[in-house]
């Protein structure tokens, strides 16, 4: 499981209380920083920050998807954009959820996205 954010105290956050919900979490300031990370081992879901600055979360999304990973994607934001959402629901993300979302948004999310196959 990955969080990529760039605001450090809700990176933190995130993967604080996912490990609390037993997933082992890798945290990244940057869309460059996961795309330059040596892979320790196979992500399946990564919690995405649509607004980061440089490469995009969207962008990081789609460069994801055009290499042809199976990596289910949840996406956060803090900014109220029904445009985007509404392409990125369409384009298959697990879930599009608002800052500051409920805790138990963000887990049924990550269970839902654990337990559909990367065929879906």
Request: aromatic share 4%; glycine share 6%; proline share 4%.
């Amino acid at each position: 499981m990955a969080v990529v954010e760039d605001d450090p105290s809700m990176r933190k956050s995130v993967a604080r209380l996912l490990n609390a919900h037993g997933f082992a979490t890798e945290g990244y300031a940057s869309a460059e920083a996961f795309l330059n990370r040596v892979p320790s081992s196979e992500i399946g879901c990564i919690v995405l920050d649509v607004h980061l600055s440089g490469i995009s979360g969207i962008e990081l999304w789609h460069r994801l998807k055009d290499g042809g990973s199976k990596i289910k994607v949840i996406l956060i934001t803090a900014v109220d954009d029904q445009a985007l959402e509404q392409e990125a629901v369409n384009a298959g993300c697990v879930a599009y959820l608002h800052k500051p979302f409920p805790a138990e948004s963000l887990i049924d999310a990550i269970n839902r996205a654990m337990t559909v196959s990367p065929d879906d």
